[in-house]
């Protein structure tokens, strides 16, 4: 699962290394399900767009039918939620990329649940394979009000939402939690957002560890609330693969 993660990184980093436009990037300590985060969709790759965390299926007849923050990887073509974004045959959604710096995850000690961050060793950020769809809210009467001068109910705004794709876990964060989410390769995030379905399954591997580190954190992380530096910094030692502490 990926629950919560950061983007922190500078403006002229992201659009450097990703060659989008970062006019809607905002940093991020503490990217909770619900907030409005930036994403590159596969309609409009040369920029970020904030999109809700939280993908509602185009079909839903309420926001209560999605609310969907990761997608198994295994199962996309299959359920029924992500496989018309996946296999790209509607019209407003299809796949997404999600650009990060870290993210967290939970683990159980003897003295109590310790958040980790795990990240790049170098710091760089990254890109995590993603699904995005436009829900129209139904329309609901409220009134007489509610009409405009032609008589017509007026429609709700529509809403773009995304979900993260997760996989199995790489070395590293299979002693945090038995999933990961989809870290693309720089050089194969295009494909992501172009290739048929059959290709993009094959990217949905989980990511090397071997240039990978995690460290825990201060508990202030376990409210989205607490979106500042401070949440994503260090309070113990980093960890390398297999080596985190005991569950």
């Given at each position: 699962?990926?629950?919560?993660?950061?983007?922190?990184?500078?403006?002229?980093?992201?659009?450097?290394?990703?060659?989008?436009?970062?006019?809607?990037?905002?940093?991020?300590?503490?990217?909770?399900?619900?907030?409005?985060?930036?994403?590159?969709?596969?309609?409009?790759?040369?920029?970020?767009?904030?999109?809700?965390?939280?993908?509602?299926?185009?079909?839903?007849?309420?926001?209560?039918?999605?609310?969907?923050?990761?997608?198994?990887?295994?199962?996309?073509?299959?359920?029924?939620?992500?496989?018309?974004?996946?296999?790209?045959?509607?019209?407003?959604?299809?796949?997404?990329?999600?650009?990060?710096?870290?993210?967290?995850?939970?683990?159980?000690?003897?003295?109590?649940?310790?958040?980790?961050?795990?990240?790049?060793a170098d710091g760089r950020p990254f890109l995590m394979a993603?699904?995005?769809?436009?829900?129209?809210?139904?329309?609901?009467?409220?009134?007489?009000?509610?009409?405009?001068?032609?008589?017509?109910?007026?429609?709700?705004?529509?809403?773009?939402?995304?979900?993260?794709?997760?996989?199995?876990?790489?070395?590293?964060?299979?002693?945090?939690?038995?999933?990961?989410?989809?870290?693309?390769?720089d050089e194969r995030a295009e494909e992501w957002l172009t290739?048929?379905?059959?290709?993009?399954?094959?990217?949905?591997?989980?990511?090397?560890?071997?240039?990978?580190?995690?460290?825990?954190?201060?508990?202030?992380?376990?409210?989205?609330?607490n979106d500042r530096p401070d949440v994503a910094d260090a309070?113990?030692?980093?960890?390398?693969?297999?080596?985190?502490?005991?569950?």
């Amino acid at each position: 699962m990926c629950g919560r993660y950061t983007l922190f990184v500078s403006p002229a980093t992201l659009s450097d290394r990703f060659g989008v436009d970062t006019e809607a990037y905002e940093p991020t300590y503490n990217a909770a399900p619900g907030q409005h985060l930036p994403v590159v969709t596969d309609d409009d790759a040369g920029r970020l767009r904030r999109l809700e965390w939280g993908l509602i299926p185009a079909w839903a007849d309420k926001r209560s039918d999605g609310g969907h923050i990761n997608a198994r990887a295994e199962t996309l073509d299959e359920k029924r939620s992500f496989a018309d974004a996946f296999a790209g045959t509607i019209e407003t959604g299809g796949r997404c990329l999600v650009p990060a710096d870290g993210f967290y995850e939970w683990v159980d000690t003897d003295e109590g649940t310790q958040p980790y961050r795990v990240t790049f060793a170098d710091g760089r950020p990254f890109l995590m394979a993603g699904l995005w769809t436009r829900w129209q809210p139904p329309t609901t009467q409220t009134g007489l009000d509610a009409f405009g001068d032609d008589g017509a109910e007026p429609e709700a705004d529509p809403i773009d939402t995304f979900s993260i794709v997760t996989t199995e876990p790489n070395d590293l964060v299979s002693d945090l939690h038995h999933r990961m989410a989809v870290i693309l390769p720089d050089e194969r995030a295009e494909e992501w957002l172009t290739a048929p379905p059959e290709q993009a399954a094959d990217l949905l591997q989980p990511h090397p560890a071997d240039a990978m580190h995690a460290y825990p954190v201060s508990t202030a992380v376990n409210d989205p609330k607490n979106d500042r530096p401070d949440v994503a910094d260090a309070v113990g030692s980093p960890t390398t693969a297999g080596a985190t502490e005991q569950r």
